[in-house]
């Protein structure tokens, strides 16, 4: 097993009266891609900050093995940082916020040059270095954004909403980067909205809401610990009344598809036989499949979950 790159325990981090991190604890193996994920509010960006020592816990540790010594905080060169608000100077150059940002990294002014001459190559924006970041778009801002943040070839980069402004294209050609810089010996933690491209990314990933750890671990282990992760879509012919699925045994909630489709998610203790079973005497069915609950459906129901718990217990 790799080592942990990161170990972070039990951190809490209030803002007068509002917990933002609450005993938060979790660690990322050197070598992997490590996903943060959570709803708007769930306390990814207070973490980000205080794994950056922007911010300082108020308990517990945040410990660093980036070469073979474990300490607090990390040397400038070690780390890269992509954040999700644009960070350089927009008055200036696209070349020279990128040789700006690689000294500041410790990098020679001559290599730092070469480096970000072969990364505006390679995100089509040679041609442009000349020009004032402003005078980019929001797509191509986030391209240099990214460089910058790579460009010293760090042992750990933290990726703030790293496919903001990215049209597909350029969305799929970030997924080729970041797994071709994790397979370069980069650890990369990672921040982002897109389920559909995490769950294609990420070795393991960790769920946050109001502040707390709501599901860690890899793809598998969180759709094997989902109360969601049953699901079975049958195609039905005829008209059919969308009440009656409510009443099937073991049912949590359906979806109408396209063409006389329907998605069943079932709770975890329920019997798929039972299930079947009474959707047999029901409905005229054609055609069934099961089906991988996607990480956002596994995620959205953790959350709701979450909150009716905390509602349960008065919190």
């Known amino acids: 097993m790799n080592p942990h790159l990161l170990e972070v325990t039990s951190i809490e981090k209030e803002f007068e009266s509002v917990k933002a991190v609450d005993r938060l604890s979790f660690h990322v193996q050197a070598g992997d891609i490590f996903a ?19 911010l300082h816990p108020d308990r517990g540790t945040i410990r660093y093995c980036l070469n073979g010594t474990s300490r607090e905080k990390a040397l400038p060169e070690e ?48 041609e442009r270095k000349n020009e004032k970041l402003d005078q980019l778009s929001k797509g191509n801002q986030q391209k ?37 810089l994790r397979s370069s010996g980069m650890t990369i933690l990672l921040s982002a909205h897109q ?10 990933v960790l769920l946050m809401n109001r502040g707390r750890a709501v599901l860690e671990g890899t793809i598998a282990e969180v759709r094997a610990s989902s109360a969601a992760f049953k699901k079975v879509v049958l195609k039905v012919e005829g008209a059919t009344d969308g009440a009656q699925f409510e009443r099937f045994d073991g049912v949590d909630h359906f979806e109408a598809l396209a063409d006389g489709e329907y998605a069943f998610s079932l709770r ?48």
């Open 195 to 204: 389920m559909d491209l995490v769950q294609r990314l990420a070795d393991r």
């Open 36 to 54: 943060l994920l959570g709803p708007n509010g769930a306390g990814k960006t207070t973490v980000v900050r205080m794994l950056l020592r922007i």
């Open 268 to 315: 975890q203790e329920a019997s798929m036989s039972s299930f079947l079973a009474a959707a047999a005497a029901h409905l005229n069915i054609s055609d069934i499949r099961s089906q991988e609950s996607s990480l956002h459906e596994i995620f959205l129901r953790a959350i709701n979950n979450e909150r009716q718990g905390a509602i349960r217990k008065g919190r």
């Open 144 to 180: 240099v954004q990214f460089i910058a943040s790579i460009l010293h070839r760090p042992k750990f980069a933290i990726l703030d909403e790293p496919f903001s402004g990215l049209d597909p294209v350029n969305q799929e050609s970030f997924l080729d980067i970041i797994r071709e």
């Open 79 to 126: 780390i890269g940082y992509l954040p999700e608000e644009r960070g350089l100077y927009r008055e200036i150059s696209v070349y020279k916020n990128l040789t700006y940002m690689g000294i500041l990294r410790g990098m020679q002014r001559e290599e730092a040059g070469r480096a970000a001459d072969e990364w505006l190559a390679r995100l089509d924006l040679r």
